[in-house]
Structure formats: structure tokens, C-alpha cells
């Protein structure tokens, strides 16, 4: 099981811990079944930037990047060493805990 404390850049968005997260499911899926806006606009395949987040702490517990989501990356508002794609950030067996950022979702047009 997986603590994940997640942080926000948008303005009035406090900090949340998600707690008892079980493994084998993307940090994209983890956010939107706890209630957390976090964009998709491919659909979770790899193919756009918009599910960007930050990892901190917890890189360990996640599936590898791949060249094809470090090309995604580089297309993401203000990537950074630590930039990481949701639909990407799957959770390996076991347990741990994770720290993300998730960037302002307003940046995106239709919000």
C-alpha cells in the first residue's frame, strides 16, 4: 500500500495524503479516483503532456521513463528533472511513499 501526498500549484488548493493505495494503477488514475482534476486529453496513452506532475520523492516506487514519455515531456509547461506523465507513473509492487506537484490545471484551454 502507498501513501501519496499531493501538492498543488493552482491557488486555493490545499495539500491532500491519499493513504491505503494499492499498486498496479497509474498516479493519473490514483488523483482522478480520489476526487483530483488532473488533465488527460489523450486519454492516459502517452501521446500528449497535459497529465504532467513533479515527483519529489518516491521515483523508486514508479514504473521507469521511457523514451516515449521523456519525448512527451519535453512538450510539458515547465518541465523540470523530476517531470514525470501521470498515465505513466505506475505503481509498482509494494509499498512507499510518494511525494507529487501537480502544476496549475487552469493553464489548459477550455478551463
Do not use: W
Amino acid at each position: 500500500m502507498y501513501t501519496i501526498h499531493v501538492k498543488f500549484e493552482q491557488k486555493g488548493l490545499e495539500p491532500v495524503t491519499l493513504t491505503n493505495i494499492e499498486p498496479d494503477q497509474s498516479l493519473l488514475e490514483v488523483c482522478l479516483d480520489n476526487g483530483i482534476e488532473l488533465h488527460h486529453n489523450c486519454g492516459a496513452v502517452c501521446a500528449c503532456s497535459t497529465c504532467h506532475m513533479y515527483v519529489h520523492t518516491g521515483m523508486e516506487h514508479l514504473e521507469e521513463l521511457s523514451d516515449r514519455e521523456e519525448d512527451f515531456i519535453d512538450r510539458a509547461v515547465n518541465p523540470r528533472i523530476n517531470s514525470r506523465l501521470g498515465c505513466q507513473c505506475v505503481l509498482q509492487n509494494g509499498s512507499g511513499s510518494i511525494e507529487i506537484t501537480l502544476p496549475d490545471q487552469t493553464q489548459f484551454l477550455g478551463e
